[in-house]
């Protein structure tokens, strides 16, 4: 993004998403499954909901990864194939089901037993079979930070293994369920493939045991989970799909007729997004010098919930060849010691009115903004 696409009437903040970015990143992802027929792609939702960003997603051809009926609803109506459509969540409440049974989405990805006896009751009552997947526990260390891995017995998502035999055979006793498979997610910002590797060989155990009981998957979910680079967007701005789906290519067993289910989110979307602030004030502290931006962690929450980077940069310096720099603390308007973006940042002298965009914001940014403060939620831009 160059200022000159920065629009000066632009109120700011706002997010600003890159959509020939996107279409590179969709079509690395279709060349990279082009020769594996029973890949399936959803986009995780959750990372991005803005509808002109969903259009494009849909039109690719890839399904959605929905966790509640919102979700489902905003999905179908920007486009998605309703059959292309799975629902997972530890929460699901009876509307959420009555709604994806209505519209005829793909799976459920199951959570508990109380959850499939809720769906399979609610099911008989509007004459419907639910096609379920049990998520599984797989018990697999994702090395990512604390606040985002979910694939260990210690949190409270999924099935834990040992229960998975017992809740298959009651799913295939049910007549409001049909028994397809099972899901696995095991956290988020993955950067290396080596944790993928070890889910590969844990599903492979999985699907061994089941066939000796004489159950066959038809479908296996691996969720999402794929990291991107924050410190150095400009060198990586798609990430190694080839790299990733070969590692299931390589690993994973398919049997024939088998599909392969993936819900990737930030992979998709994390760099065809910016946050667009501008700079209000330049504070000299008695040992720091301040940027105070118009944005602030109800925007973009990320630095303050996860102490996650997004890299800074200053576009009006840029533009008018600041030689200069200084090291800065970037900050936000919030009355919270925590709305803070980055400290001890070099960046060009900067002043009042400059235009600083925060890279790698398109996943879990917009998204997560709120109204902390009464303020209003960013506007977006998509070109
Ligand atoms: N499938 C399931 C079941 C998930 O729980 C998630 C993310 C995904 C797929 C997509 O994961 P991804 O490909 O985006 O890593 N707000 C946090 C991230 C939370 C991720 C939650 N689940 C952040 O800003 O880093």
């Known amino acids: 993004m160059t200022i000159s696409s920065h629009s000066e009437n632009q109120h700011t903040p706002y997010y600003h998403y890159d959509s020939g970015l996107l279409a590179q990143t969709l079509d690395s992802i279709r060349r990279a499954v082009a020769d594996a027929p029973a890949f399936r792609v959803h986009f995780a939702v959750k990372a991005c909901a803005t509808p002109a960003v969903l259009r494009q997603i849909a039109a690719a051809g890839l399904g959605a990864d929905c966790v509640s009926g919102g979700e489902i609803i905003r999905a179908v109506e920007q486009g998605f194939d309703p059959s292309k459509v799975v629902f997972a969540g530890v929460g699901k409440s009876d509307w959420e089901i009555r709604e994806a049974l209505t519209r005829g989405i793909a799976t459920f990805n199951v959570e508990s037993l109380e959850e499939l006896e809720v769906i399979n009751d609610i099911a008989i009552a509007m004459g419907a079979v639910a096609s379920v997947a049990f998520r ?91 990291g991107i680079d924050y410190e150095h967007p400009e060198d990586h701005p798609i990430p190694d799909f080839e790299g990733y789906f070969g590692t299931f290519k390589r690993l994973l067993r398919l049997e024939p007729g088998q599909e392969l289910h993936f819900e990737l989110g930030r992979a998709v979307v994390a760099q065809s997004g910016s946050l667009v602030t501008r700079v209000l004030y330049v504070k000299k502290g008695v040992q720091k010098r301040f940027i105070i931006v118009d944005a602030g962690m109800t925007d ?43 400290k001890g940042y070099v960046l060009p002298r900067t002043q009042r009115g400059d235009i600083i965009v925060f890279k790698s914001a398109g996943a879990y940014g917009e998204i997560m903004a709120c109204q902390y403060n009464c303020r209003p939620l960013p506007g977006s831009v998509f070109e």
């Open 300 to 342: 973009l929450v990320r630095p303050a919930m996860y102490g996650s980077f997004h890299k800074p940069e200053n576009l009006s310096a840029a533009e008018r060849h600041e030689e200069l720099t200084d090291t800065y603390d970037i900050v936000g308007p919030i009355c919270e010691s925590s709305d803070v973006f980055v």
């Open 136 to 226: 599984i526990n797989p018990n697999v260390d994702a090395h990512t930070h604390e606040k985002i891995t979910t694939g260990l017995n210690e949190n409270k998502f999924g099935i834990a293994m040992e229960d998975m035999l017992p809740a298959i055979r009651k799913a295939q006793e049910m007549s409001g369920i049909r028994f397809v498979g099972l899901h696995f997610h095991i956290g988020s910002q993955i950067t290396s493939f080596e944790p993928f590797e070890a889910l590969c060989h844990r599903i492979n155990e999985l699907t061994d045991a089941l066939r000796n009981e004489n159950i066959h998957l038809q479908s296996i979910n691996v969720g999402g989970g794929l």
